[in-house]
């Protein structure tokens, strides 16, 4: 057992990383606001630090926004591992996005700076990057306009947020490894149909409009850049299809 902290632990990857940490007997400490711990301004961080050994980092931000999200990730970093440093901890485990490196979005240039702020820090580090979850389609749904879904026309290759979640603590009860293999879901998607298909399991009746990534974006998708390499090892692929998550979330009544 390990005293561990998980940054972020109260959004849909972090609650699945504390309850995998909890089962397998690890004291944990969530970091978050509600907890009275603020990683944007550092208020209350050294005091939940107290006495941690490892750290699990999946904290997020949703935007689009290149400089909202390079100040976040770049900001949030530094203070969580300055933090980590003087409280001795021994292994910090940060969660990023496969194709961060390769498809220019403004969130996945705050995951550069993330990744770049990791490694330049003072804490023994590992660093796992995996595709967008199967729950990440939902955004295009519960973010549209009324009676509207607008939904993204990309190559994919997502994995259930669970499985993302299990192999973060894997990382965190093992040594230091630096970039991990990818992780990344069974087999490749395209995300307009993954939405059309959970619109119909939630009973909603809504319109789904494909609309494809525009410009040098739009390239780099369909060039596979969320797709996952082989540039740290081969590829670690998850074993729930979508189609098995979606009956496990959304069971028909």
């Keep these: 057992m390990v005293s561990l902290a998980v940054a972020g632990g109260t959004g849909v990857v972090g609650r699945l990383v504390v309850d995998a940490a909890r089962r397998r007997g690890h004291e944990v400490t969530v970091l978050a606001r509600s907890t009275g711990v603020d990683l944007t301004s550092g208020a209350g961080v050294d005091e939940a630090m107290a006495g941690v050994e490892r ?11 290149a400089r909202r999200a390079v100040a976040f990730f770049d900001g949030v970093t530094q203070r969580l591992l300055g933090a980590a440093e003087r409280a001795g901890v021994e292994h910090v485990v940060a969660l990023s996005v496969v194709g961060c490196d390769r498809v220019d979005l403004g969130y996945y240039l705050g995951k550069r700076a993330q990744e770049s702020a990791l490694a330049a820090g003072p804490v023994p580090w590992t660093l ?13 749904i519960d973010h549209g306009p009324p009676g509207l879904v607008v939904a993204q026309r990309m190559r994919c290759q997502p994995i259930a947020a669970a499985e993302v979640a299990e192999a973060l603590v894997d990382a965190v009860e093992g040594p230091p490894a630096g970039r991990l293999p990818d992780l990344a879901g ?5 995300l307009d149909q993954l939405v059309r298909q959970i619109v119909v399991a939630r009973g909603l009746r809504r319109a789904v409009v ?3 990534l525009p410009g040098s974006l739009g390239r780099q998708v369909r060039e596979g850049g969320l797709l996952p390499t082989a540039d740290a ?8 299809p979508f189609e098995d998550w979606l009956a496990r979330v959304y069971p028909q009544t």
């Design 55 to 65: 750290v699990v980092d999946v904290t997020n931000l949703t935007t689009l926004r």
């Design 128 to 140: 796992l990057r995996a595709t967008q979850f199967y729950e990440f389609a939902n955004l295009a």
């Design 186 to 190: 069974p087999r490749e998607h395209q």
């Design 210 to 212: 494909s609309m494809p």
């Design 233 to 240: 090892g081969d590829p670690v692929l998850g074993t729930e």
